[in-house]
Nanobody, 127 residues
């Protein structure tokens, strides 16, 4: 059973930066999907930045974070990071890390049917 532990959340003023980290408890080399999702109260969960290794590999960013957020993986690919710059109040949410093996890129990007999730870390951006 893979366990994911997120860290790096917190409170920041608009325009500030935070870096989220997610570490898997065991090797996830068989997983081809790993990334960050967020849930804003009253809204559906959305993919924020996700790496998909199937079909040659690709990276997804939500339109709202393009140019501001950057996803990266550690050398062993057991860790994934999210560098968040130019934060806005609308980025306030609980951020989750997730990973799994999936044959569908759209499932990876949306988080649908992913089985391994972290506990979430709160990010609060004040204006």
């Amino acid at each position: 059973q893979v366990q994911l532990v997120e860290s790096g959340g917190g409170s920041v003023q608009a325009g500030g930066s935070l870096r989220l980290s997610c570490a898997a408890s065991k090797y996830t080399y068989s997983h081809n999907c790993m990334g960050w999702f967020r849930q804003i109260p009253g809204k559906e969960r959305e993919g924020v930045a996700v790496i998909y290794g199937g079909g040659g590999g690709s990276t997804y960013y939500a339109d709202s974070v393009k140019g501001r957020f950057t996803i990266s993986q550690g050398n062993t690919k057991n860790t994934v990071y999210l560098q968040m710059n130019s934060l806005r109040p609308e980025d306030t949410a609980v951020y989750y890390c997730a990973t799994d093996l999936t044959l569908r890129r759209d499932y990876c990007y949306s988080g649908q049917n992913l089985n391994y999730w972290g506990q979430g870390t709160q990010v609060t951006v004040s204006s």
